[in-house]
């Protein structure tokens, strides 16, 4: 009789977990190379071209910004910073962030401008690599002086991540010449790019006899290009397989798997989202397809039966673009004269 052991195939789920830092980076050389010449100007005190990346949900962009960063403190002993702007939204929070993570003392009482003096004092001439993540998500009013403000500090070099480009095409024009950034762009893997990463991650990860390749560009087709859909769903399915007391990871354990993860992506993007982006997606989710007009009432008749104070039209208009970058809806022009808008929910 087998024994519980026998039964495991999650023999090191760590491994399939979205905080585990690979060893290997697989097919982004040439992004890695790119970004490398973008920034290693900082090294010799040169003026660096700071990077722009954007791409899709789960391309790697914060993987590759991740190596990079964990590259210059190993390789050079260049001081660093990640900061994510889902987390800190404001300059004020961000510079907090950043004073902690580098250990300034007696900056953190201190107002926006002098703590940016601090921090500029600190650093000195030093070369300094920050990566500033879900850089959209900072509050829409501050990024112009947040951005500005931090390209002020002698010889940093800085990665911006986005979904897309329209919150760099949306800043003061005084900002963007200031940072002028190289935009590079991740595509969504392909399918055979994603099948090589599952399978290095399935080697150290699930028992060898659980899962063979065409398993593998099963997920690999499912998750469209989207890196941590594809490991989410062999997690999920490799965990179903074990609940089933099943030898091996069959298609419907991949099909259910695929479900699960991707009700876990859509939830854990909502969960860093603010209430009102909430109510908005739960409207949209509700009536299935609705025009911007609309979507206002009904967003302003919930407020009103909540006891909520709404948001602003403008900030109304930055939440629905929010969940479009977000990947969470789909904004289409209307085929009415006007900018009108519809909204539906991607499933
Ligand atoms: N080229 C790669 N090689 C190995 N693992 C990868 C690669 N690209 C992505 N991953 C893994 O896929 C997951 C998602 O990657 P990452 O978080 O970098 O995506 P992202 O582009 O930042 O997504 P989001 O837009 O949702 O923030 C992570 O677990 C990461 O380790
Ligand atoms: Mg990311």
């Known amino acids: 009789m087998p024994s519980a052991s026998d039964e495991r195939i999650l023999l090191n789920p760590e491994v ?3 905080s585990h830092l690979p060893d290997y980076i697989f097919s982004r050389e040439n992004e890695v ?14 003026r660096p071209m700071h990077v722009w990346l954007h791409g899709p949900v ?8 991740r190596h990079i960063l964990e590259r210059f403190k190993q390789q050079h002993d260049i001081s660093g910073a990640y900061i994510n702007c889902w987390e800190r939204r404001t300059y004020f929070e961000v510079l907090d962030s950043l004073i902690t993570q580098l250990r300034i003392l007696r900056a953190e009482q201190q107002r926006t401008n002098l703590k940016l003096e601090k921090l500029r004092k600190f650093l000195g001439t030093s070369p300094f690599l920050l990566v500033l993540d879900e850089v959209d998500h900072a509050v829409p009013r501050e990024r112009n002086a947040l951005l500005y403000g931090l390209s002020t500090i002698p010889n940093i070099g800085v990665i911006y991540i986005s979904s897309g480009l329209s919150t760099l095409s949306t800043l003061e024009q005084r900002v963007r010449s200031r940072i002028n950034p190289m935009a590079i762009r991740l595509e969504p893997y392909k399918p055979d790019e994603l099948v090589l990463m599952l399978k290095d991650r399935a080697e150290r990860a699930l028992k060898q006899s659980s899962w063979n390749v065409i398993i593998l560009q099963r997920i690999a087709d499912l998750a469209q290009g989207d890196a941590r859909l594809a490991l989410q769903t062999l997690r999920n399915a490799a965990d179903l397989a074990e609940l089933d007391v099943s030898a091996t990871i069959t298609h419907r354990h991949v099909r259910r798997g695929w479900h699960n993860a991707t009700d876990i992506e859509r939830n854990h993007l909502l969960q860093n989202l603010t209430e009102d982006h909430r109510i908005l997606y739960r409207l949209i989710k509700r009536e299935g397809e609705l025009l911007s007009g609309e979507l206002w009432k009904l967003y302003l008749r919930t407020c009103r039966k909540l006891g909520r104070k709404p948001v602003a039209v403008r900030t109304f ?25 519809v909204f539906k929910t991607i499933d």
Request: aromatic fraction near 2%; include cysteine.
């Open 33 to 46: 190379q790119e970004i490398l010449n973008c920034l290693s100007p900082v090294l010799k005190k040169r």
């Open 16 to 18: 399939l977990r979205d």
């Open 58 to 65: 789960g391309t790697g962009k914060t993987l590759l910004a």
């Open 317 to 341: 208009s930055d939440y629905a673009n929010e969940l479009k970058h977000t990947g969470l809806i789909h904004v289409e022009r209307a085929r009415v004269k006007g900018r009108v808008r």
